[in-house]
């Protein structure tokens, strides 16, 4: 489970942490950040829409290959070849179109992964594995550092190596994973209605019958996009706020997301197992989230590669708490657990719309403070992640 999901991650976030802010120095000169917003955006859109479509879809694929593996073998698949056009392109228009169809399909792979996690690991072990979890999609952000390091003047090799690792995993993992065939749709199909009924309940649990979820979900909202207002647009504050070069700016990433890696397997690990121990999850979410926006406010004052490098191990440390117990508090407060993919899919909105949000009004703030000055747009991140701690505080249901 693991390897899967390093394996998508390594896909997933050296486009969207390192090759896009390459490849759009290409096709679109002079006009870096507006394009490098659009193609996130467009990206974005793809994964709100499709990670609950494709969850409740896995949850009633009735075929005899169970509900989860053929959704995670041909989501990897179409993204894999997505990630071959847009190596080719030097067309901003296709290069949007492809990571649209990419997205979409690392969503399919990922609705389905996720609701394994609720299907195979038991109460009592979520922490440990949550914070497995996360470990390792960080590592594959560190990885995806280093790949664009090493392939930022080869673009085949940028996005397919890491498209080869992805199909590789999730094969493994498909072949392993234990999931037995569903001989009928759930109950919960007849209540829908059908039509349009179902579609929009795809994209709907109700606050009002499920505030705890709710909650969950807006903390998660806010702190996400207080972690991509700075991701998206790392590799270019380095290049505009330290006047480094792409091949330097890559080489210096590469070394900050290593010690914000380390730093988060340690306090993912930690947090993890504590709060299985303790039977917490809250305080854990606010400690973290108040943790991270500590560290992107030191990235306003960072004047050195070295205070750079020391923010990013804070931002680690908070980053790596949240995501030992995030995984874990959002399972213990589902909803229904016949639509477990369902249920995470409209939770990993919370996932894919600051994604869609954070490149555009990532822009704007850049543009309002000066193309030169990333102030404005750290500030705000600290902000939203202050408020995605305070969100969590009302939450009921776990501990």
Partial sequence: MALAQLGLFLALATPMFVGFAIKVQDVA???????????????????FVANPVFGRISDRTTGRFGRRRPWLMAGVSGLALSLLVIALTN????????WFVGQASANAALAAHVATVAEQVPTFQRGRVAGLLGVVQNVAIMGAAYVGRFFNDHPLALFMVPAVVALALM????????????????????EG???LRTLLQTFWVSPRQHPDFALVWASRFLIVLGSYLFTTFRLL???????MSVTRATA???????????????????????????????????????????????????????????????????YGIYMGVDLALVIDVLPRPDDAA??????????AAPQSVAPALGAALIGL???????????????????????IIPVKKAG
């Fill in 29 to 47: 000169p002079g006009h870096e950040v507006a394009a490098l917003g659009l193609v996130s955006t467009a990206g974005a859109i793809a994964a």
């Fill in 91 to 98: 067309s901003l228009a296709v290069l949007v179109a492809a």
């Fill in 171 to 190: 094969l493994l993992f498909a072949v392993v994973l234990p999931d037995r065939p569903l001989p009928r749709r759930p109950v919960s199909d007849a």
């Fill in 193 to 195: 209605g059908g039509g």
């Fill in 237 to 243: 504050y380095l290049q505009d706020q330290f006047g």
């Fill in 252 to 318: 210096v990433m590469a070394t900050g997301v290593l010690v914000y890696t380390i730093a988060l397997m340690v306090s993912a690990q930690i947090a993890g197992l504590l709060s299985d121990r303790l039977k917490r999850r809250k305080v854990f979410v606010f400690t973290a989230a108040m943790v991270f926006g500590i560290g992107l406010l030191l990235l306003v004052e960072a004047d050195s590669v070295g205070m750079f490098y020391l923010a990013e191990v804070v931002c680690g440390l908070g």
């Fill in 342 to 351: 369902k249920d995470l899919g409209v939770f990993n909105i919370a996932n």
């Fill in 369 to 391: 403070s000066g193309s030169d000055s990333y102030t404005l747009l750290l500030t705000t991140a600290a902000v939203a992640c202050a408020l995605g701690a305070l969100a």
